[in-house]
């Protein structure tokens, strides 16, 4: 297995320095510590923190370096396998700092010799914690936090002193390091990556405990009646599902198997469970989580409120590291599947109108149960090519749907009258159908069969919107003009009915949590995505070789094009927002120029007190990211203060 290399590697890299270059001018006080400058740890002081991590410090390289000759590293298996596991999601959640998608690691090393592989830390952190407790994570956070203080605290010290204080300078919280927090690396956002970093790596905090009756929370009397599941915050979707069916129950639960809960419910969590539940984040009864100052906290309604309220909906890597979670869980429900298609000929003078329609009847659609994940077309290629009667160019709505009942007749009464509706208004020109319906007995049952098994690698930017009644309902002309715009660069958009009553009515503990409060007014959450390429070949100006260099020309493009196709949608839903986990970083202000408005809304306020109080020197540190407004990412990879100096054109060597 390709994990082997980075263990194998550890004591050699270690042993011998590594020569970087680094530019001049980004003062210590400025900037957080980058492997090759004066403020960078010692190979002493990581040796010590690898002590009191019981020699689970790991020094990585970029995992698909494998593949280029003159890596220290290349071995044809490994690249092999490299090859073969890129597109996949389980291979790059198994590795300690790959990430879904290239471009957040700045396309270091791909898994192909053609691409750039130089020296250096390239887009990929430099050591990582693989964290198995949550005193492991603490370690990390003391080791990376900014205050200087005396040594490096045991194992056994640190369990003993789990509540104590954040103030005691006994810890070694001293170094200024950027931390950044990676379970599977399942983020279009690229939060769980960053160059020359410390990554606490949480994938393997993946204990599942199931309460068949009640939860007691911690420090309190509350006693919570009903299921629950106590996990782990690297927990996968899969693994949840798994064992939560063993018990007859489920969770509100994401779609890809190797999706972690801890990043999933910190953004709030959409689900086809959602219209009936609520989203993952109002499921959540309690949390153990590291702060910024390194405590091990317990939080829920009773015990630290404020931060109960904020890790429920905040974001990720920015209140703390989430060690552990309990969850509402409920009896499995049983499951009607199949394919939608609604829609007409894109040739069709009604073309336009009629996917306008399908639209705004979405909300007394999923008011009657219908839920799921669709795509809306304008004028695209027919997604079930062959089926008889279907047009190769057609306009409409069609995805993978769902129906919450134990009757396969169920699918016809929601879908018959509106068909009838369509027939008459359309004049015979559409159709709406249900193709390949199917039971499934229980949640798992279903999830088994209809998982996101979707492809990882390459690069891409994504836009979105949340949509409501009113959005979709008020003004069909104006909504007409908008999902033409949304529509164009594509040809189709995610149009994903994951919102309604379960999510308006939902109950969080503690009254209410930090989502977005668009989503208590929204139906449907609508994204677009495009992919960015390379190049032409060209040889390398150091080594001579023929290299795809990446094409910044070509993700600026990217993003013109979906800010502008996106525009009409945000003027038509002022104040709604968007789902901060499907969205985009506030990269030169191209997509959200309000990320604060478009991803928390009136939340911001209190989000950004919480922040500043918990993590008063900004140990975390993300785009886009309650409390970021302080620092920026400088092109060669350095996080720095904003208004500090520029970099100059000198560059220093150190030993690292």
């Not at 550890?10 to 403020?39: E, F, H, M």
């Not at 490096?152 to 954040?166: L, P």
């Not at 999923?366 to 795509?375: A, E, F, H, P, S």
Request: proline content about 6%; glycine content about 10%.
């Amino acid at each position: 297995m390709h994990y082997k290399s980075y263990l194998s590697l550890l004591l050699l890299l270690t042993l011998c320095p590594v020569t970087l270059a680094v530019p001049r001018g980004c003062p210590q006080s400025t900037c957080k510590a980058y492997p090759g400058t004066p403020s960078w740890p010692s190979r002493r002081e990581w040796h010590r923190l690898n002590e009191t991590l019981d020699g689970r410090l790991i020094r990585p390289v970029a995992p698909g370096s494998a593949c280029h000759e003159g890596q220290p590293n290349f071995d044809e298996e490994e690249c092999s396998a490299a090859e073969t596991g890129w597109s996949s999601y389980a291979w790059h959640a198994e590795d300690p700092v790959s990430v879904m998608w290239d471009n957040w690691a700045n396309f270091t090393c791909l898994p192909d010799p053609e691409m750039p592989c130089g020296g250096g830390v390239g887009g990929y952190p430099a050591y990582v914690v693989n964290a198995t407790t949550a005193e492991h994570v603490k370690a990390g956070v003391d080791f990376g936090e900014a205050h200087r203080a005396g040594r490096q605290e045991s194992m056994v010290e640190m369990k003993k002193k789990r509540e104590r204080t954040a103030d005691n300078e006994n810890i070694a919280r001293k170094n200024n390091i950027r931390l950044v927090v990676k379970s599977s690396g399942h983020d279009f956002l690229g939060r769980s990556i960053a160059p020359g970093s410390l990554s606490i790596w949480v994938h393997h905090l993946n204990d599942i405990t199931f309460h068949k009756d009640k939860f007691r929370l911690t420090g309190s009397k509350t006693v919570i009646r009903g299921q629950a599941v106590t996990c782990g915050g690297g927990t996968s979707m899969y693994d949840l599902y798994r064992v939560t069916d063993e018990h007859g129950a489920t969770v509100v639960g994401g779609m890809a198997k190797s999706v972690s809960v801890g990043g999933y419910l910190t953004g709030g969590g959409h689900s086809p469970l959602s219209p009936d539940y609520g989203l993952a984040a109002d499921q959540v009864l309690e949390m153990e989580v590291v702060t910024p100052r390194g405590r091990i906290l317990t939080v829920n309604e009773d015990r630290h409120p404020d931060l109960f309220w904020a890790l429920r909906g905040g974001g990720g890597s920015t209140f703390g590291v989430i060690t552990s979670v309990t969850l509402k869980a409920f009896p499995t429900p049983k499951v009607q599947s199949f394919i939608l298609f609604a829609g007409t000929s894109a040739e069709s003078p009604l073309a336009a109108d009629f996917t306008t329609f399908i639209a705004s009847q979405t909300p007394r659609l999923m008011d009657k149960g219908l839920r799921g994940y669709g795509w809306l077309a304008m004028n695209a290629t027919n997604p079930t090519p062959g089926t008889p009667g279907m047009p190769d160019r057609w306009s409409g709505m069609a995805g993978a749907m769902t129906v919450l009942d134990e009757r396969p007749e169920a699918v016809q009464d929601i879908l018959g009258p509106l068909n009838d509706t369509v027939q008459e208004r359309f004049y015979g020109t559409a159709v709406v159908v249900a193709l390949e319906v199917r039971s499934y007995g229980s949640w798992l049952e279903y999830y088994d069969v209809h998982f996101d098994n979707g492809t990882a690698g390459g690069g891409a930017h994504m836009v979105s919107r949340l949509l409501d009644e009113e959005s979709l309902t008020s003004d069909p002309e104006a909504l007409k003009e908008a999902l033409a715009a949304a529509t164009g660069p594509s040809e189709m958009i995610d149009f994903y009915l994951l919102g309604g009553k379960g999510v308006h009515d939902a109950k969080p503990r503690g009254g209410s949590n930090s989502v977005n409060p668009g989503w208590r007014k929204a139906y449907i959450h609508t994204r677009e995505s495009r992919e960015f390429f390379f190049s032409d070949t060209t040889n390398d100006e150091v080594t001579g070789r023929s290299v795809k260099p990446f094409d910044k020309i070509g993700e600026e493009k990217v993003k013109k094009q979906l800010d502008k196709a996106y525009e009409p949608l945000r003027k038509l839903t002022p104040g709604l927002g968007a789902y901060l986990n499907e969205a985009s970083p506030n990269t030169a202000a191209t997509f959200e120029k309000d990320p604060a408005g478009t991803f928390w809304g009136d939340n911001y306020k209190r989000l950004l007190k919480i922040k500043r109080s918990v993590d008063p020197h900004d140990t975390f540190w993300c785009s886009p990211c309650v409390g970021n407004e302080r620092w920026e990412e400088r092109q060669d990879g350095r996080l720095c203060r904003r208004g500090g100096k520029g970099f100059g054109n000198i560059d220093v060597e150190m030993d690292m």
